[in-house]
Structures are given as structure tokens and as C-alpha cells.
């Protein structure tokens, strides 16, 4: 039946990392090997190098390279391909969080000189949240790097996860001879060259084959054997179970930037990462072969010419073949929409398509009326789940400075935060907060009510540390609890209260009196 075929040839992942540990040209090199570019150097980094904050140019360079690289599918080896993008850059971790909940696995990026870092633990986190298969690659072999034993247990303690390395590093840096592969016992040379593709692959019986020393000095075969022995006697034989539960993730390593252990990187990959499976609906689980489509949006990107005010929505197909031109029900309006232009993403092409599977991501023009989180059907009443907004961690008021253009204003807050550039949370019934995880934000946000909107506002900074959104079934605890600490309550956009606390120690305080009360640090988003 087609519907399976098509599942099962999609893999479709994000690749994730701390700025500089290498995502960019990992992701070049598998669209290299996927014959989706030609040359190193068409992937385009979407990565914001300045932290200042007033350089305009630079955000609408960003957003204009975000949606042509958002979504890099193409074919290998029969597969179908799918690379969602995630920004790097930390003041856009919100769109990342969202983006992981598009794909079925990830390739993490590490840098074997840094190691784990910042971006590295939070990325984790949510990929942990979800059960994500994780494979891990280490990057940059060629240089001066930390003991490959070392950043193993670094991974294993700062990511809570369990690893399993599935090739070997043969020394790094200036003697770096390349890696064993343990399972295919395939010895795989290094060789600095960032064009070719085909690498000198040498089989050997076993780590201790005399062939091997024709290869590489003695030394290094002695030390090679010692560190098999003991990763052998250390690590659990990896398990594709336990890697699809998101409980253990095999390690690789290598070099992007030299195209060195990439394509075994890619070829294990494509073997034993998940395609669709299923998915959480609030009402039930949807499994990827069921005959009706289902699929959600989890990005909306603004046109960027001003004049025009449509939008993309980045819709995920979780079951069903979507069709163009054909009638779908937007479960959240309870009305039925379709669509005459769906696109596709090939590297960096995007062409309209008349059909879809799970897995897919495609491009929906939309003039407002889809939002991040919302579902789509062939009638069912769904609503897909793990949609998570974050705690913000900056909040600013937003002062209106042109009282004639109140409207426009109001309007482009709202689509803005739709989109997901920031939180909007409205106190005393019309104070607007915003909520954003860095300053770059307020900045975009800014720009863009001015020019596509006509707005002109201000931000003054606020004290607050966190939002927690509150629950609880004493309902008249709650009712208190907001009475009283009416100055640090807000409703979000779907009327939810949130406590804005100004620290951690004023969140132990209100836990302490109200104990009947919950505090979440995220929320679904509807
Ligand atoms: P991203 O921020 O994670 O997308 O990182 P990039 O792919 O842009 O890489 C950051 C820098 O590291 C660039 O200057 C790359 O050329 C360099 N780089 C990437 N891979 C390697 C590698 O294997 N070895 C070395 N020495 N440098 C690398």
C-alpha cells in the first residue's frame, strides 16, 4: 500500500547543537551525499553572530534565510529525507523547542573540544521530555579535543542519557588517524579533504588484525585494542530498543568539515532511526498509517514583504496523505479550509506539490487563520498535544506611543505572538506583558510593528524572573491566590492565569502558603 511505503522510507530528524559545534556543515555534508547541493558552501547558516541588539539588517537576513532553510528534505539510499532547521542562536530556543516537536529523532552536535555545552543541556532537556532518539556525533576529531572517554561520561552525567560510542577515534588532532568502526569492523582512514564524498574504507577482522599495522603505527593499534577492550567491557551492546525509547544514544565521531565519518553517521541513521510512528492527541494516539490525514502546525513564518500580510504555517503530517485543493477541518475554528498552493522544501527549492505523507512538513499560505498548535482533520474533532510554551525568561511592557494607531497595534502584538516570537500575557485586563527568552526578541518585535503594521511602541523593562502557569482543584485556593497577588497575575493568550514571580524564592514562598496550588514552568500551548 502506498501509505506504508511512504512511512517507512521517512526519516525525518533536526539536528541540534550549541552555536559553532558544527550543525551548519553537518547539514551540508548529508545534503552533499543526498545530491540535494552540488558544492559545500549552499547551506546557509542561519545564526545570528552579533549579540547587538540593533542591528535590523541582520534580523530580516535571519528571517529571510530561516524559511528558505527551515525544511531540507531529499533521497538517499531509497529514503526520503526530511531536515527540519533549528536555530542556534539561544534567543530563539522557543522556535527550536518547537521545531523538535515536528521529528521523529535528532543528531546532536558536539564539539570534542568544548564538550557539553549550555545549548547542548537545554536542547537535551526537551528532547528527554519527548523521548527523542538521539544519536550523537562528535565533531571536529581533527583537532586538539578532549579524551573520548571523558566527554562519554560528560554526555552521560550532564545529558542523563546512556551512550554507546559505535565507532572509535584512532588519536585526534594532529595525529588523527581516523575511526573503527565497531560493528561493521571496518577501519575508515582520515584523510583531510572537505569535497570528497567517498571515504577509504579498509576492512579488518577485529581490532587486533596484523592488517591493521599496515595502516597505522603499532603504538596506536596497542591503544586502539586497550580502549575497545574497555568500552566493550564498560557499555551495554547497543540495543535499537532502548535508542528508539530515547534511553540510550549511540555515539559517533568524526570531522564535518572534512567529510569524515559523516556517511556512516548518515548510513546508520537512516537504518535505525524511526520513521512516523504515533502521536499524542489530546483525545487519543494517532498512528502515522491511518487512512484519514491528521497533522499539526508548529511554526508560522510571516511573509516578508510588507505589503503582503500572508503567512506560511509549517504543518506536520502525522497520519493520512494530505492532498491539494482538497477540504480539511481546522478543529480549533470548527471550519473547513484548503489549500491551492502547498509546498515542499528541497534543500533550497520550494515547489507546490499536490501530495503529502507523515512526516512531511509543507508550507500552507494562510492569511491568520492558522496558529502554532492548531490541527488539522478529515473531520475528526483532534487536538495534537506537546505543543509546549516555555517560562520566558525577560518581560517588558508594551507602551503604545502613537495613541492614533492603537488598532494596528493591538493587531500585530497578536499576530506577532501567534507566530511565536514571543508570549503575550495582559494584566488588569489590558496591560500588555511581554515574555520573551532573550532581548533580540523585543527588537524584532519592534522593527516589525513598525513596518508591516504602522505601530510605534516602547518597552519598560519588568522585575520578574519566571511565569509559572497556575492550576489547581481547590478552585477557591486559586481564586485567593489571585485576589491577592493580583500585581504579579496575568492571563495568557488562551486566558490561563499565570504567577509572575520575581525569584525563585518567591515561587517557594507561594508554594509554601498555597500548597494546594500547582506551578507550572511550561504549558501546552493551547
Ligand atoms: P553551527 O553553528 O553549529 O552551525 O556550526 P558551523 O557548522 O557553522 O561550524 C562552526 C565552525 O566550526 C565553522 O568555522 C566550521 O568551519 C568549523 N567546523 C565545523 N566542523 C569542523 C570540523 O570537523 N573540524 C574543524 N576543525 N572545524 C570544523
Given at each position: 500500500?502506498?501509505?506504508?511505503?511512504?512511512?517507512?522510507?521517512?526519516?525525518?530528524?533536526?539536528?541540534?547543537?550549541?552555536?559553532?559545534?558544527?550543525?551548519?556543515?553537518?547539514?551540508?555534508?548529508?545534503?552533499?551525499?543526498g545530491g540535494a547541493i552540488q558544492t559545500a558552501g549552499a547551506v546557509k547558516s542561519n545564526k545570528i553572530r552579533k549579540t547587538a541588539t540593533s542591528d535590523f539588517m541582520e534580523i530580516e537576513k535571519q528571517r529571510g534565510i530561516s524559511v528558505a532553510t527551515s525544511v531540507m528534505g531529499f533521497e538517499y539510499k531509497g529514503r526520503r529525507v526530511n531536515i527540519l532547521d533549528t536555530p542556534g542562536h539561544k534567543d530563539f530556543a522557543e522556535d527550536t523547542y518547537r521545531t523538535l516537536t515536528a521529528v521523529d529523532s535528532v543528531i546532536l552536535v558536539v564539539d570534542c573540544v568544548k564538550g557539553v555545552e549550555a545549548q547542548t543541556e537545554r536542547l537535551m532537556e526537551v528532547c528527554s521530555m519527548r523521548h527523542t532518539p538521539v544519536i550523537i556525533f562528535i565533531n571536529k576529531m581533527d583537532r586538539e579535543g578532549r579524551n573520548p572517554f571523558e566527554l562519554l561520561d560528560e554526555i552521560e552525567e550532564k545529558l542523563q542519557i546512556q551512550v554507546r560510542p559505535l565507532t572509535w577515534p584512532i588519536s585526534q588532532g594532529q595525529t588523527f588517524?581516523?575511526?573503527?568502526?565497531?560493528?561493521?569492523?571496518?577501519?575508515?582512514?582520515?584523510?583531510?579533504?572537505?569535497?570528497?564524498?567517498?571515504?577509504?574504507l579498509i576492512k579488518i577482522k577485529s581490532p587486533d588484525d596484523p592488517e591493521l599495522l599496515k595502516?597505522?603505527?603499532?603504538?596506536?593499534?596497542?591503544?586502539?585494542?586497550?580502549?575497545?577492550?574497555?568500552?566493550?567491557?564498560?557499555?551495554?551492546?547497543?540495543?535499537?530498543?532502548?535508542?528508539?525509547?530515547?534511553?540510550?544514544?549511540?555515539?559517533?565521531?568524526?570531522?564535518?568539515?572534512?567529510n569524515f565519518g559523516v556517511q556512516e553517521l548518515l548510513d546508520t541513521f537512516?537504518?535505525?532511526?524511526?520513521?512516523?510512528?504515533?502521536?499524542?492527541?489530546?483525545q487519543r494516539t494517532v498512528i502515522a498509517?491511518?487512512?484519514?490525514?491528521?497533522?499539526?502546525?508548529?511554526?508560522?513564518?510571516?511573509?516578508?514583504?510588507?505589503?503582503?500580510?500572508?503567512?506560511?504555517?509549517?504543518?506536520?503530517?502525522?497520519?493520512?496523505?494530505?492532498?491539494?485543493?482538497?477540504?480539511?477541518?481546522?478543529?480549533?475554528?470548527?471550519?473547513?479550509?484548503?489549500?491551492?498552493?502547498?509546498?515542499?522544501f528541497m534543500a533550497n527549492e520550494k515547489s507546490v506539490i499536490d501530495e503529502a505523507w507523515p512526516g512531511d512538513v509543507i508550507g500552507l499560505y494562510d492569511n491568520g487563520s492558522l496558529k502554532i498548535g492548531d490541527t488539522l482533520t478529515e473531520g475528526e474533532d483532534l487536538q495534537f498535544r506537546g505543543?509546549?510554551?516555555?517560562?520566558?525568561?525577560?518581560?517588558?511592557?508594551?507602551?503604545?506611543?502613537?495613541?492614533?494607531?492603537?488598532?494596528?497595534?493591538d493587531k500585530g502584538i497578536r499576530q506577532l505572538t501567534e507566530e511565536g516570537v514571543a508570549q503575550l500575557f495582559i494584566q488588569y485586563g489590558s496591560r500588555k506583558i511581554v515574555g520573551t527568552v532573550g532581548e533580540l526578541q523585543f527588537d524584532v518585535i519592534k522593527f516589525r510593528l513598525e513596518h508591516e503594521y504602522g505601530a510605534q511602541c516602547d518597552f519598560l523593562p519588568l522585575r520578574y524572573h519566571k511565569a509559572f502557569w497556575i492550576t489547581s482543584d481547590n478552585k477557591e485556593q486559586l481564586q485567593e491566590f489571585i485576589r491577592r497577588?493580583?500585581?504579579?497575575?496575568?492571563?495568557d493568550r488562551e486566558d490561563h492565569p499565570v504567577f509572575l514571580a520575581e525569584s525563585e524564592w518567591m515561587l517557594k514562598v507561594a508554594r509554601e502558603d498555597y500548597p494546594e496550588l500547582e506551578f507550572h514552568a511550561t504549558s501546552e500551548f493551547k
Open positions: 500500500m502506498d501509505l506504508t511505503r511512504e512511512i517507512a522510507k521517512r526519516k525525518t530528524f533536526a539536528i541540534i547543537s550549541h552555536p559553532d559545534a558544527g550543525k551548519t556543515t553537518l547539514t551540508e555534508k548529508f545534503l552533499l551525499f588517524k581516523g575511526v573503527y568502526n565497531m560493528y561493521n569492523k571496518e577501519l575508515n582512514l582520515f584523510e583531510a579533504n572537505a569535497t570528497k564524498i567517498s571515504a577509504s595502516w597505522i603505527p603499532e603504538s596506536f593499534c596497542e591503544k586502539l585494542n586497550e580502549d575497545i577492550d574497555l568500552i566493550e567491557g564498560v557499555y551495554e551492546p547497543f540495543s535499537e530498543d532502548l535508542y528508539r525509547d530515547g534511553l540510550l544514544a549511540p555515539v559517533f565521531f568524526g570531522s564535518a568539515i572534512n537512516i537504518q535505525i532511526a524511526p520513521s512516523p510512528h504515533e502521536r499524542e492527541a489530546a498509517s491511518e487512512e484519514a490525514l491528521t497533522g499539526f502546525v508548529f511554526k508560522i513564518h510571516a511573509n516578508l514583504d510588507p505589503n503582503h500580510r500572508d503567512r506560511t504555517a509549517f504543518f506536520r503530517i502525522c497520519s493520512g496523505k494530505f492532498e491539494r485543493n482538497k477540504f480539511y477541518l481546522h478543529t480549533r475554528l470548527g471550519k473547513k479550509i484548503r489549500f491551492s498552493s502547498p509546498t515542499q505543543i509546549p510554551s516555555f517560562s520566558p525568561e525577560i518581560f517588558k511592557v508594551l507602551e503604545n506611543r502613537d495613541p492614533l494607531k492603537t488598532k494596528q497595534l497577588k493580583s500585581n504579579a497575575i496575568a492571563l
